[in-house]
């Protein structure tokens, strides 16, 4: 089957949707999960003594109670979906952590597109690595990455196919280190307008001084405004925050205009 039998006019408006709402799922874990080992590694959590443990309370709490990740006393439910996601962010960390030339920016129908990777270079990799055991196997998970929002085509005209196609990857799944955010920067600063709607601005920033970008909703004012995950934040409003964590940054943003105006950029 040839690439325009594979088209999808956009992945399609239902897979596009379904793809949304896992993505935000898969946030919400791949948050969750680094937020679980940073508390690890600031030793916050602990084994504690306590008389009777219960799941009574539904909602957390500002509250002097005892909660547990589920990961750590073995009650996570991995269903289908919860595996897919473990599994993205497996492949991720080890694309990253090993010395290859996947993630490069690339050029496709005129543009050009930062971290992205080419399907059949993707699929090599898989097979080298000891991922999968066939190229159709292969396939066959990049298929399920960009349904479950993990991956996309950088246009969204396609689906994952083995081919000279470019996919990024949606989300960031690494935690970022701290000498990662000590990282000195010389770009210049990119400036951003974001109008924010019923919901907000569509992104989450995390981390230390300096902060930087977490997430951003693909169908939000964010990336509407170009705005991309792993890039610190430099200003807000034209207050200079390189030297606020994300809770400032946030409660300037949150006190703010509607109207914001950022000024970003990537570590050199």
Not at 127 to 150: F, N, P, S, Y
Not at 209 to 228: E, F, N, R, S, Y
Not at 232 to 253: H, M, P
Request: some cysteine.
């Amino acid at each position: 089957m040839g690439l325009e039998g594979r088209e999808m006019d956009g992945i399609g408006s239902t897979m596009q949707k379904k793809a949304a709402e896992l993505e935000r799922l898969a946030e919400v874990l791949v948050t969750g999960e680094q937020l679980r080992l940073r508390l690890h590694e600031g030793k916050l959590i602990k084994d504690r003594r306590h008389h009777l443990l219960c799941d009574e309370h539904r909602e957390f709490k500002d509250l002097k109670l005892f909660y547990r990740f589920r990961k750590d006393d073995g009650t996570f439910p991995l269903d289908s979906e919860a595996k897919v996601f473990m599994r993205g962010q497996r492949i991720y960390e080890k694309l990253m952590n090993t010395e290859n030339n996947l993630l490069q920016t690339r050029e496709e129908e005129n543009g050009s597109f930062e971290r992205a990777l080419v399907a059949t270079e993707f699929i090599d990799w898989l097979l080298q690595e000891g991922e999968m055991a066939t190229r159709e196997e292969a396939e066959q998970l990049g298929r399920r990455l960009l349904e479950h929002g993990i991956i996309q085509h950088v246009t969204n005209k396609h689906h994952f196919v083995n081919g000279p196609l470019l996919y990024q990857f949606r989300m960031n799944f690494r935690l970022p280190s701290a000498s990662a955010s000590r990282t000195r920067m010389e770009a210049t600063p990119a400036s951003s307008q974001i109008v924010g709607d019923a919901v907000g601005w569509g992104f989450v920033v995390r981390g230390s001084a300096p902060c930087h970008i977490q997430a951003v909703d693909p169908g939000g004012p964010a990336a509407a405004a170009g705005m991309k995950v792993c890039h610190f934040v430099v200003s807000v409003n034209g207050r200079n925050v390189l030297a606020q964590d994300y809770r400032a940054v946030s409660s300037l943003i949150l006190t703010g205009p509607r109207t914001i105006v950022m000024e970003v950029m990537e570590e050199a």
